[in-house]
T-cell receptor
Framework: KQEVTQIPAALSVPEGENLVLNCSFT??????LQWFRQDPGKGLTSLLL???SQREQTSGRLNASLDKSSGRSTLYIAASQPGDSATYLC?????????WGAGTKLIIKP | DTGVSQDPRHKITKRGQNVTFRCDPI?????LYWYRQTLGQGPEFLTY????????KSRLLSDRFSAERPKGSFSTLEIQRTEQGDSAMYLC??????????????FGPGTRLTVL
């Protein structure tokens, strides 16, 4: 059974710092991995999708990496801003359903 | 707005009542998914449709839950005889077929259900 873990559960850093969020999964037979952002009480915004054959994806200040063999993904956020404060969730995909971590709650202090 | 929409955004009901939620996916998307999220947790898969066919249901989807997608467009999720444990955010997502999209799923804003 696939299990997804995100560490840390919460993170607070000063504005301007670069930071890394971690995601690990137990079964390397995944179709893809997605990183999402969720603001309090709101839905989910897709940030990056990494196909199983890819090693990384970049969008603006965000870079996500995938190492299937070790069951790990990282989300790198450069030059963090207060607007980046949110919960970040990773999810691994079988062909149809997503299996989720519990998220990392990120607070960027001005 | 051409994203996924859900209605209502919030629903407060008394235990034992029936509730129905609606999801309108992105118009060209073949697949539609329902997830449930409780506070502090990641979403959990409930069910998905490919066009009008319901192809998979989670064990979380008890007999009190039913979902439909009658014309392969919008979907409804009904909960009968609601219980306090049903209180959660119900999320809908849609995607193209995997070969066209790598199964990238796009989410609506969710319906927050509170059962008193």
């Amino acid at each position: 059974k696939q299990e997804v873990t995100q560490i840390p559960a919460a993170l607070s850093v000063p504005e301007g710092e670069n930071l890394v969020l971690n995601c690990s999964f137990t079964d390397s037979a995944i179709y893809n991995l997605q990183w999402f952002r969720q603001d309090p009480g709101k839905g989910l915004t897709s940030l990056l999708l990494i196909q199983s054959s890819q090693r990384e994806q970049t969008s603006g200040r965000l870079n996500a990496s995938l190492d299937k063999s070790s069951g790990r993904s990282t989300l790198y956020i450069a030059a963090s801003q207060p607007g980046d404060s949110a919960t970040y969730l990773c999810a691994v995909s079988r062909v149809y359903q997503l299996i989720w971590g519990a998220g990392t709650k990120l607070i960027i202090k001005p | 707005d051409t994203g996924v929409s859900q209605d209502p955004r919030h629903k407060i009901t008394k235990r034992g009542q029936n509730v129905t939620f609606r999801c309108d996916p992105i118009s060209e998307h073949n697949r539609l998914y329902w997830y449930r999220q409780t506070l502090g947790q990641g979403p959990e898969f409930l069910t998905y449709f490919q066009n009008e066919a319901q192809l998979e249901k989670s064990r979380l989807l008890s007999d009190r839950f039913s979902a439909e997608r009658p014309k392969g467009s919008f979907s409804t999720l009904e909960i009968q005889r609601t219980e306090q444990g049903d209180s959660a955010m119900y999320l809908c997502a849609s995607s193209l077929l995997p070969q066209d999209s790598y199964n990238e799923q796009f989410f609506g804003p969710g319906t927050r259900l509170t059962v008193l």
